[in-house]
């Protein structure tokens, strides 16, 4: 398992770090009221656990990925399951959630 905890801009150290796992597929962990996110790991939930130990609350963390081939940003994720926030599914429902999340992500990697 290769996290790496991100609170700016991506680094080449870190993106090697992060591809260990899935290679070019990267994990995304995100806390979207600090801007904090956990890349890379197996699971969304490793990211989502060092986050949570770094002082996060659980609801402002989501889950995606980006394909550093191709550049696409997905929002789909085991921990994006919560339906005390009306979040049924994997996927990112709340757009302005979705639409944070990947403006985020686009800053970080530089996109």
Known sequence: MATVFVKDKIGQNDLRTACQDYGD????????????????GQWHADGEKILLDSGCRQENIWGGSIDLASGQ????????IRPSQNNNSQEILDQKI????????KERFGL
């Open 73 to 80: 940003i997905d929002t789909i994720a085991l921990i994006n």
């Open 98 to 105: 979705k639409t944070q999340f990947i403006k985020i992500v």
């Open 25 to 40: 597929f990267i994990k995304i962990t995100l806390d979207l009221k600090t801007d904090q996110m956990v890349i890379g």
